[in-house]
């Protein structure tokens, strides 16, 4: 059964500060990698998706990297700024028999403080 | 990517009463997946709800509890019948969005049941 890990549950950091978010997951076999954010009471966005064959994604300040043979991936925040602050989902769809069930973590609630 | 405009945003019910979450997108979409979050817990798919045919539920959800409409290929409804205070959650719908299969989510109904 596929288990998806994030540690620690929450990090609080001056603004300015780069930072590296970590999630890992039990078994290999995936399909892709997608990190999302998700705003107090309100629901996910996409920040980057990894396809299993790739290793890394950038989009503007966020790049994320896939270690699939490890199980892991990285989610690296440069340079970051209040509004930033939310929590930081990672999922992986399982390449199993076609599913298309995302298995979540629990996500890493991130402070940024001016 | 796709938009998913999902309604109510949040409600308060009294408990043993239904309530029904919307979701439309603004783009044909095969599948229409519907998760759960508890609080402090991650996302858990509650089921797939395919257009014209009946919705496939995960292990520990069932039909009479969380009934699921798929009229059509752009909008979906979710259910939550005779609700106790354990289903107090966020509720969002999802779909596969592009070639590359990501995911996108809805804004999330935050439901409080007393």
């Known amino acids: 059964k596929q288990e998806v890990t994030q540690i620690p549950a929450a990090l609080s950091v001056p603004e300015g500060e780069n930072l590296v978010l970590n999630c890992s997951f039990t078994d290999s076999a995936i399909y892709n990698l997608q990190w999302f954010r998700q705003d107090p009471g309100k629901g996910l966005t996409s920040l980057l998706l990894i396809q299993s064959s790739q290793r890394e994604q950038t989009s503007g300040r966020l790049n994320a990297s896939l270690d699939k043979s490890s199980g892991r991936s990285t989610l690296y925040i440069a340079a970051s700024q209040p509004g930033d602050s939310a929590t930081y989902l990672c999922?992986?769809?399982?390449?199993?028999?076609?599913?298309?069930?995302?298995?979540f973590g629990k996500g890493m609630k991130l402070t940024v403080n001016p | 990517s796709a938009v998913i405009s999902q309604k109510p945003s949040r409600d308060i019910c009294q408990r043993g009463t239904s309530l029904t979450i919307q979701c439309q997108v603004d783009s044909q979409v095969t599948m229409m997946f519907w998760y759960r979050q508890q609080p402090g817990q991650s996302l858990t798919l509650i089921a797939t709800a395919n257009q014209g045919s009946e919705a496939t539920y995960e292990s520990g959800f069932v039909i009479d509890k969380f009934p699921i409409s798929r009229p059509n290929l752009t909008f979906s409804t979710l259910t939550v019948s005779n609700m106790s205070p354990e289903d107090s959650s966020i509720y969002l719908c999802?779909?596969?969005?592009?070639?590359?299969?990501?995911?996108?989510f809805g804004s999330g109904t935050r439901l409080t049941v007393v």
């Open positions: 999922a992986v769809r399982p390449e199993q028999g076609g599913s298309e069930k995302l298995v």
């Open positions: 999802s779909v596969r969005t592009g070639s590359v299969y990501g995911y996108t």
